[in-house]
């Protein structure tokens, strides 16, 4: 699954919806069904850092140096983390996460050196889904010129 969208002009666009390597973003408002987004992260690096991200996505950010943004997605996208995210909704049917009982949510610290594994564990991982991407885009474009050759 990536992004697709329409094009934005960076410089009329507001700011922040684009962001940092290693962000974690967490979607903060929708539905809280099983199969839906809302309290569900994704960690943006490599190529994504070039997609815009809506006011819909809770910017997630380590107050310690030592802990990265690989290592935060890495919780964020247990199913502990989540059922904890889901566990601070309100509304009714768009439902939000609510903003002091999401700050309160304990991120569990291991030792720095397996934080530096998780965090290459998982910057490894996405560095592996930009290749396959990128495959993927040639492969389509392989494809496509084979079927257009075919069809003259």
Partial sequence: ?????????????????FAPDEAVLVSAQGSPGETDTL??????????TKNAYTQHFLR???????VSGAYLFAFLRSEA?????????????QQDLH????REIP?????????????????QAYR???EADMKE???????DAAVREAAR
Avoid: H, N, Y
């Fill in 1 to 17: 699954m990536r992004p697709e969208g329409r094009w934005i002009s960076p410089k009329r666009a507001p700011s922040g919806i």
């Fill in 39 to 48: 309290g569900r992260a994704i960690f943006v690096t490599g190529s994504w």
């Fill in 137 to 143: 885009d040639e492969a389509f474009t392989l494809l």
């Fill in 107 to 123: 991120v569990p610290l291991c030792t720095p050196e397996d934080r530096q594994r998780i965090s290459e564990t998982v910057r």
């Fill in 128 to 130: 592996w889904r930009d």
């Fill in 99 to 102: 903003a002091r009982l999401r």
């Fill in 81 to 93: 983390a989540f059922r904890m995210l889901r566990a601070t909704c309100v509304g009714s049917i």
């Fill in 60 to 66: 997630v950010v380590s107050g310690d140096s030592s």
